[in-house]
């Protein structure tokens, strides 16, 4: 058998060869430990830098302290001062911007009205006498405080002309809309003041008109809308509900003369139940229809005499019952505040008439029966008996 033969290196060459490797590994050693050393004196010196740096800009910033001042302070208290320091700069450019702005136009927002719409004049004298007479007479117009609440997001601003009408309103507005307290005069004399919502008059207010008529009380888009008293030129007197300008609900109405009502309204008539007394005495209490007596109720005459029964337009109309002070009575129909038609007359003194009747009087056939029972059956011609049977 062959056997295989290895070739060793001389013991000299191999010594040779391990001492360059670890000359090579420590001179390896050496660079990288100087490298290190390098570069941990390079970032030391910039920390160094940047530390100098900073000491500078702090050094710089603070403000130097009076030697006077003996409390001590923070950087936080600097910075305060520093801050007072600046706003005490900023304050009197702002005012001086608002300044110009107030000279300028200070109402120019949203709120108030454009130029073109109205104008900022000056507030009107109140020169018509009827007015001034009735605003003598009335206590001051006294605004809600709860109310006034409502309208604090509002602006007040100076009078406003607006230039298609030459009606005068001073008061509060909102998104160039009348909105809040206000007054409002109109040209010929007219003066409002109260309550403005989506500029109209909306809430409570009081309407002088220039003949001297007033209205005061709730408003609904500028018309008189809720509860309210109206005066009218000769002093009648209505307080009670209204509807889109008109008597509407219930109320009661003065005049002058001494009449009085009190009742329902409808589209400024008396309409539904109430009841009317007349200054001579006379009253009735039933139902009404467009102002007129009409349905059924009860007139009475100061002698005592009563009719109760179907009305129409202001006469005793259909089945009734009339009363006499003297006892008297009549059951029967009516037309046109007469009886007429079929009816029953009972005399104070026991007689009984039945039978037709004629513009007011006994017509055509009927019966008298005496006290004592007798009959008399006959036909009645104006009231007089013309045939006997």
């Avoid at 539904?272 to 009475?300: A, C, L, M, P, V």
């Avoid at 038609?341 to 008439?353: E, H, L, Q, R, V």
Wanted: aromatic share 12%; proline share 3%; glycine share 12%.
């Amino acid at each position: 058998m062959g056997s295989a033969c290895i070739k060793k290196q001389p013991h000299q060459q191999r010594q040779q060869q391990q001492r360059q490797i670890q000359s090579r590994q420590s001179q390896s050693t050496n660079v990288s430990c100087h490298q290190n050393t390098q570069r941990r004196a390079s970032e030391s010196q910039q920390v160094q830098q940047q530390t100098n740096q900073i000491q500078i800009k702090e050094n710089q910033s603070k403000p130097q302290i009076n030697s006077g001042f003996t409390s001590p302070r923070s950087d936080l208290n600097d910075r305060s001062m520093l801050s007072k320091n600046e706003l005490t700069k900023v304050e009197p450019l702002k005012h001086r911007f608002l300044q110009q702005e107030s000279d300028s136009y200070l109402f120019k927002n949203n709120d108030a009205p454009d130029s073109d719409i109205a104008i900022q004049v000056k507030e009107p004298d109140i020169t018509n006498l009827n007015v001034i007479k009735i605003l003598k007479s009335l206590p001051p117009f006294q605004y809600d405080p709860e109310l006034n609440k409502k309208f604090n997001d509002c602006i007040s601003l100076p009078p406003h002309q607006f230039i298609s009408t030459g009606i005068i309103y001073v008061g509060q507005w909102r998104n160039k809309q009348k909105q809040g307290k206000g007054r409002q005069y109109w040209p010929d004399g007219t003066y409002y003041e109260g309550y403005w919502q989506n500029h109209g008059a909306n809430g409570r207010g009081r309407l002088i008109r220039c003949d001297g008529s007033y209205y005061e009380g709730d408003w609904l888009d500028d018309l008189q809308c809720g509860f309210g008293k109206n005066v009218d030129t000769d002093g009648n007197i209505y307080v009670g509900e209204w509807k889109d300008d008109e008597k509407d609900g219930n109320g009661t109405e003065n005049w002058v003369s001494g009449d009085i009502y009190t009742g329902q309204y409808q589209s400024g008539m008396k309409h539904g139940q109430g009841k009317y007394i007349w200054s001579n005495g006379n009253s009735y209490e039933g139902s009404y229809s467009k102002d007129f007596i009409d349905g059924f109720g009860t007139y009475k005459w100061p002698d005592g005499q009563i009719y109760t029964g179907e009305w129409i337009k202001n006469q005793m109309y259909g089945k009734g019952t009339f009363y006499w002070a003297n006892g008297n009575k009549y059951v029967g129909d009516y037309k046109e505040d007469k009886k007429e038609g079929y009816g029953i007359f009972s005399f104070a003194d026991g007689k009984t008439y039945k039978g037709g009747w004629h513009n007011g009087r006994q017509h055509g056939k009927g019966v008298l029966i005496e006290a004592d029972g007798t009959e008399i059956i006959g036909v009645w011609e104006k009231g007089k008996l013309v045939s006997q049977e």
